[in-house]
């Protein structure tokens, strides 16, 4: 799979069964739906984190879902008055695209992950030795 903002080639890391597609150039992450959906513990808890993005405007251009090729549109989660992060989402539900430190700023809100459970998961997958 190709990134969809340098277009050079991602590299699959798993950890627990899930797979996270990375890109060692610019840093970025694809989630899949279903990766969404196990990162989470299950699709309830998955559609609810969707449900919470709101399509935000913006002058950024649009991306190209890795996986449909198709525009994806910008979302913004976070609370109004609050911290917020700006993602891009594929508009068939093929998954979510986060620039470099996006999902790290996202888990850090706390909205969804009360456990910690991705964020430990992730941290696994990302952290060097001296961060752990």
Same mark, same amino acid.
């Given at each position: 799979m190709d990134c969809p903002v340098? =277009?050079? =080639?991602? $590299?699959v890391l798993e950890l627990d069964e899930v797979e996270v597609d990375y890109c060692g150039d610019c840093g970025g $992450?694809? *989630?899949?739906a279903g990766e969404l959906e196990l990162l989470l513990g299950g699709a309830g808890d998955a559609q609810a984190v969707l449900e919470s993005f709101a399509t935000a405007e913006t002058d950024e251009a649009p991306r190209k879902c890795p996986i449909c090729r198709k525009k994806m549109e910008k979302v913004r989660i976070g609370a109004a008055g609050g911290r917020r992060e700006m993602l891009d989402r594929c508009k068939k539900e093929h998954g979510l695209w986060f620039d470099r430190g996006e999902l790290q700023a996202v888990l850090e809100m706390g909205h969804f992950d009360d456990a910690g459970k991705v964020k430990g998961l992730l941290g696994? *997958?990302?952290c060097t030795e001296d961060e752990k």
């Open positions: 340098c =277009a050079n =080639a991602m $590299i $992450i694809w *989630l899949d696994g *997958l990302f």
